[in-house]
């Protein structure tokens, strides 16, 4: 268990790391918000709102430093992430939300389907080696993953969304129809995600390929597969718990990083399928120095990949007896 | 309003879905008694999710609310200034024009049901008194007053002769409810997500992907509007709007689509159309406080070395007209040009005149083609452009051409937008590519005056609202001073003329284009649009409060 104890204090020490790196790197940045609202009230506002201004945006207060930092730790635990600069008067908080729950829907889905598709053909094709399947998925793939996204993206738009209007053109659900739990709206979900979901899964599935079934052909060659053979166990017994099981771990700890950049988003995906997403908000929030936003963003992505390579130190632990061992 | 206009990233790419058939055919009976329905889907890339805040007075939002929802006292054309009382039922201007006052519209309810009053106008004009973030048309620089006298009329006191400025305080200033925007702490930074209005439909419902807007039944014009939805998605990008609307999903566009002809009208040439009527120049700002541009004969020499047409052809795929040097936009404003000083000078591309023009200034031409004052220094700029704008780019691109070809060196400096705004309005630059960004008015007097008055400039490294070049004239001054006290049109007429005369001969700005209001709409399910027979209000759907009119004319075929 000390193994388990030792990850997590090494998790809350970087997440307390990540969140000081982010309240101090806006500090030193060039650039103002108060500076920029000016400019885009075209000087309509006297110096006496702009000071005001820059107090809700949480610089040029009169605290100290320490204040500052107290009060953004504490601010940052009840989730009050300041106000945006880019959607002003819009807490952070509530554009963030508003995104999220469909990147992470769409991005977590489709990486998922990736990693255990990928992981899967790359077992097989190593298992048969040179076989059928050997010979034509693992190559059609990379080729594939080396393609430029958004030229696959609207590719793929204009077969099935213009030319065949097999699917919509863009949006996560019908436009007339609201949130709501039903089966109708998830088949919206389902219908709308389909296409972007489809080509992050053939762009992203290359690599999942190409690492699993070359750590399973190392794998197959060690000893405990050749006494599990020799024991006369099933093939497909050997393959998913004796080289499976052991071959999958280098790739565990890659899945959780990707699970975490999730929530970064697919910019390009949302822009060629008008996904209302996070990924065009983090990028409009870079281009319009929108610093509340962008940290706030960074920070959820930061957290979620700590978060996400915790679960996969777990998962190791339970996967391989050895590591549990050391100490 | 400043309007985004990027190509998307394979525009071309995206062009060749029309090899697609053009679809469907339509029953065409004209329906004789347009009945109550229909869901109308607006196409307008706005770059962003909807944040779902219907402030009227906030710049980066009130597209989605001032017209629709909350409306003016007067409509007032932005193409022809052909006014219609709208909240107000009429109006009335004291002898010396420094008193306004209007008669509010009786019978006008709310949509929560409340009674409209005089003491709402009043409550709207001192609540954007009070927070002048909330002032997007600036009209207390010129307003003194508003009160409520006995009779129930709306008083508006001015500090001078302010005529023309009834365009921003009746036409282009929301009307809010003060029973419920008296309760906001902070109107600046509230976020309003229950609107409630006067205007013809009400929010029904909004995500950051769609806002849809329901009929109000008990709008004050009996059996407007005629449509029952108007759908109204958010657009991230290009591409996506102009597909939407290809494909019909969409039915009224504000976009800019590359290839019109090909992408849009051809899919249904029966009903697909377009109509881009001129609505504000694009100009080449000199930074007329630094050297060689404070130099009236460097300034011509400039004028006479672009070839306008070319820009159009090359630069805006001919879609934004060429501009001219009076400052009048054509054919918008045709009657207030003044066609026979500006044949005298015939500002067209011509590099004789131009050479000419620099070497009585004392330029000559140096070993490399480019000239050169007495001391050496060449005549070398840097112009400042929006590397997001593609159209502007090449547009730049065509001029840095025409220029060279006379001799004179142009450098552009694509920027980032929010980098460039603060480059243009601080007076950070020497050349400067675009347009102004205060909206442009009815008529020509709105944007030359944003142009050329220095009352709406700033010190070099302030924020100037107007008059970015830092030009000054006292002579031009005067003649808006004229006009805003005037309310005769011929007068008007021969003021606009008299600014002219300066355009051409001091060229303070050289207008090379004209921006468009971008407007598609296809007639397959819906009448009623606006044309250029019938151009009863500016027709892009991010004109307000102009979309609302359009909104109450087009209804669905039977």
Known sequence: MSYIARRLEFFVITVWAALTINFILPRIMPGNPGQAMLVRFHGRVSPQTIKALEVAFGINNNESIFQQYFEYLGNTLRGDFGTSLTFFPAPVGDIVKQGLPWTLGLVGMATIIAFALGTLIGMLSAWRRGGFLDAILPPAFIVISAFPYFWLGLLVLLVFAITLGWFPLGFAYDLSSSINLSWDFAGQVAWHGFLPALTIVITSIGGWILTMRNTMITTLAEDYVKMARAKGLSPVRIMFMYAGRNAILPNLTGFAMSLGFVISGAILVEIVFNYPGVGFTLLQAVHSEDFALMQTLFLLITIAVLVAVLAADFLTAWLDPRTREQA | MRRHRRVGLLATLAALALFGSACGTSSNNNGNQPAIGGTLTIDNESGALWQCDFNPYNGSVNGQSFGVLYEPLVYDNLLNDKKTNWLASDYTWSSDSKTLTFTIRSGVKWTDGQPFSADDVVFSFNLIKQHSELDLQSVWQVLDSVTKDSSGKVVMTFKQSAVPNFYQIAGQTAIVPQHIWSAFKDPVSQVVKDPVGTGPFTMSQCTGQNITFTRNPNYWQTGLPRLQTVTYPAFLDNDPANAFLATGQAQWGGQFIPNID???????????????????????????????????????????????????????????????????????????????????????????????????????????????????????????????????????????????????????????????????????????????????????????????????????????????????????????????????????????????????????????????????????????????????????????????????HVYKKS
Not at chain 2, 269 to 291: C, E, G, L, S, V
Not at chain 2, 458 to 476: E, L, S
Request: proline letters at 7%; zero cysteines.
């Open chain 2, 262 to 552: 090909t992408y849009y009208v051809a899919r249904d040439p029966q009903n697909n159309k377009y109509w881009f009527p001129p609505i504000n120049n694009i100009n080449i700002w000199f930074n007329t406080t630094i050297a060689p541009f404070n130099n009236k004969a460097v300034r011509q020499a400039i004028a006479y070395s672009i070839d306008r047409d070319s820009v159009s052809k090359k630069g805006e795929y001919g879609y934004e007209p060429p501009g001219n040097q009076t400052g009048v936009l054509s054919p918008t404003f045709d009657s207030w040009i003044d066609k026979a000083q500006a044949d005298k000078y015939g500002y067209k591309f011509d590099p004789t005149k131009a050479a000419a023009l620099l070497q009585q200034a004392g330029y000559t031409k140096g070993s490399s083609g480019i000239y050169q004052d007495a001391s050496g220094k060449k005549l070398s700029f840097t112009i400042i452009d929006i590397a997001g704008y593609t159209d502007w780019v090449a547009s730049v691109q065509v001029i840095q051409d025409n220029l060279k070809q006379v001799g004179i060196e142009l450098k552009a400096q694509n920027l980032e937008s929010n980098a460039y705004f603060d480059k243009l309005f601080t007076g950070n630059f020497q050349l400067a590519y675009g347009s102004l960004d205060t909206s442009p008015g009815p008529t020509p007097y709105y944007e030359l005056r944003n142009t050329l008055h220095s009352g709406t400039t700033a010190a070099i490294g302030q924020t100037a609202a107007g008059d970015y070049g830092r030009y000054k004239n006292p002579a031009v001054d005067t003649l808006f001073d004229q006009f805003g006290a005037t309310t005769d049109s011929a007068k008007q007429h021969d003021l606009i003329k008299q600014v002219e005369a300066i355009m051409l001969e001091d060229v303070p700005v050289i207008p090379v284009t004209e921006g468009v209001a971008w407007y598609q709409y296809s007639t397959k399910d819906f009448a009623g649009w606006p044309t250029p027979a019938d151009p009863y209000a500016a027709p892009a759907p991010w004109n307000l409060p102009d979309w609302e009119v359009t909104l109450l």
